[in-house]
């Protein structure tokens, strides 16, 4: 099911996402998170904050227009399904009419850091270090993960796994 919405450009029943994110955030022993692209929509948003009781830190937003993004989607070759001229455009309609509105509602409430991800790789890269910087020492790092966020955030961006999609959204929870 989840497959196949994707592939149609849809967003995931929240049932379905709030279940997984409580599990993985229950399972993982840590009390801050980043959840990368939830929620995509108003009803995310308020079934999330309503079930788990856990609003935002703040959110992480990169912005980047739509003709980058789409050249980006097109050109990074990783053989999703999803990757298409068709999908990418219904992708990008879904963000305009739900999820646009809640970037716009969490910076209402001064909770949006926007990073332009037009710039170069390691320019968006200083900027969300920057971000994460007064947070990060305020969080014991419970990971046996033998990189650091530094190295796994860089090899993310450098290889488009988060600025080559439509609109990234990333709540930081504390």
């Not at 739509?66 to 455009?89: A, C, K, V, Y």
């Not at 879904?94 to 037009?118: C, F, H, Q, T, W």
């Amino acid at each position: 099911m989840i497959q196949n919405m994707i592939k149609e450009g849809k967003i995931v029943p929240s049932e379905v996402t709030i279940n997984l994110l409580q599990r993985a955030i229950q399972e993982s022993g840590n009390d801050k998170f980043l959840i990368d692209g939830f929620p995509r929509n108003e009803e995310n948003r308020a079934a999330f904050e309503s079930v788990t009781g856990i609003v935002p830190e703040f959110v992480l937003f990169f912005d980047c227009l739509e003709e980058e993004m789409e050249r980006r989607l097109l050109s990074r070759n990783q053989g999703r399904e999803d990757d298409n001229i068709d999908t990418i455009r219904k992708r990008f309609k879904v963000y305009l009419e739900s999820s646009l509105p809640v970037i716009e509602y969490y910076n209402s409430k001064g909770k949006v850091r926007k990073i332009d991800a037009a710039k170069p790789i390691e320019e968006v890269f200083e900027a969300v270090k920057a971000v994460f910087s007064p947070l990060h020492e305020k969080v014991k790092h419970r990971s046996s993960a033998p990189w650091s966020f530094d190295r796994w955030f860089l090899w993310r961006i450098k290889y488009g796994q988060e600025l080559s999609r439509a609109c990234r959204i990333g709540c930081s929870i504390s």
